[in-house]
């Protein structure tokens, strides 16, 4: 109820999942909410589940889990579902500069 409240209060926002990524945890058309705030002061850590820009495509935002971090700031991602998955064996690792938010819970 608590994370319901944020998002009204505008701190929290909403995602809704568009492709199959993340299969079978997260699915199409379900949505979560994130917390946009939560790595201004802290590193993502191994296993959260993270909004971000595409690294090629700025306007397409990526929902995957950090596999790792490395001391500089760069993260690892990958898709649970790793057919369906364009993660960091594509395109690398994602600097903590597009990353978007943490993944909270499934919106009510």
Wanted: aromatic share 8%; proline share 9%.
């Amino acid at each position: 109820m608590v994370d319901v409240l944020l998002w009204l209060l505008r701190r929290y926002r909403r995602y809704r999942i568009t492709g199959n990524s993340m299969m079978p945890l997260l699915h199409p058309p379900q949505e979560v909410l994130i917390n946009p705030s939560a790595y201004q002061q802290q590193l993502p850590l191994p296993n959260e589940i993270v909004i971000a820009s595409h690294p090629y495509e700025p306007d397409l935002r990526i929902i995957k889990r950090v596999l790792f971090v490395e001391t500089d700031g760069r993260c690892y991602l990958q898709g649970d579902n790793a057919d369906e998955s364009q993660d960091s064996k594509q395109f690398g690792l994602l600097p903590l500069t597009q990353i978007q938010g943490k993944v909270l819970c499934l919106f009510p």
